[in-house]
């Protein structure tokens, strides 16, 4: 009886020990700050993005939502399995910053809706493709 008991006990201690000991609570504590993303010069709906090419109805998306699937991104350090980076701070505005912010942003962009490479193409922010390209960060 007595190694049955210990057996029983040793076994239930090795289940509970399996649960993890730490929570990852890096998501919930991460919230873009609003003015590192522009204002999207594009319209929803209008269809047509930068230098005439067609774009999703869909895009580019609200910006509440936009900043909301960014910051997700942002803390989970990754966009479906591809590394981003993004610094929060809005008094660094170097110019490998800015370029690595709106990388974050496109690759969140144009995944939008969760599967990789489905969303909205850069042509729909062409904020977002001149900040990557030149490191100057546009009004936000």
Request: charge should be positive; glycine fraction near 8%; hydrophobic fraction near 40%.
């Amino acid at each position: 009886m007595q190694l049955l008991t210990t057996t029983f006990i040793s076994l239930l201690f090795l289940g509970t020990s399996a649960f993890p000991t730490t929570t990852n609570t890096r998501a919930a504590t991460i919230q873009i700050n609003p003015s590192l993303v522009p204002i999207f010069s594009i319209a929803t709906g209008s269809g047509v993005g930068a230098n005439g090419v067609a774009i999703p109805k869909n895009c580019p998306p609200a910006r509440s939502a936009f900043i909301a699937k960014l910051s997700a991104n942002v803390a989970a350090g990754n966009v479906l399995g591809t590394p981003i980076t993004f610094n929060n701070d809005p008094t660094v505005q170097d110019t490998k910053t800015n370029e690595a912010r709106a990388t974050a942003m496109i690759i969140t962009l144009q995944s939008f809706t969760g599967v990789k490479g489905v969303g909205c193409p850069g042509a729909s922010t062409p904020e977002l493709l001149k900040e990557q390209k030149t490191g100057v960060a546009s009004p936000s």
